[in-house]
């Protein structure tokens, strides 16, 4: 079984280049601004429900930029 591993700095970076901030990413998954640096910075990973709607934001906002 192959584990896929999603690259959560350029997640969260793609989303700052588009003009949200960690606040506004924050509040679009529920988690504090500091959860999106921890992300961010390789400190700890997203459980999967969070990390899915961090995916789908991106899906949303990348797809509309």
């Given at each position: 079984m192959?584990?896929?591993r999603i690259d959560w700095f350029?997640?969260?970076t793609d989303?700052?280049?588009a003009g949200m901030t960690h606040g506004q990413q924050a509040k679009e998954v529920g988690?504090?601004?500091r959860t999106i640096t921890n992300w961010r910075n390789s400190?700890?990973?997203p459980p999967y429900s969070r990390g899915a709607a961090l995916l789908e934001v991106h899906r949303?906002?990348?797809r509309s930029t």
């Amino acid at each position: 079984m192959s584990t896929v591993r999603i690259d959560w700095f350029r997640i969260i970076t793609d989303l700052q280049q588009a003009g949200m901030t960690h606040g506004q990413q924050a509040k679009e998954v529920g988690v504090t601004r500091r959860t999106i640096t921890n992300w961010r910075n390789s400190i700890c990973e997203p459980p999967y429900s969070r990390g899915a709607a961090l995916l789908e934001v991106h899906r949303s906002v990348i797809r509309s930029t």
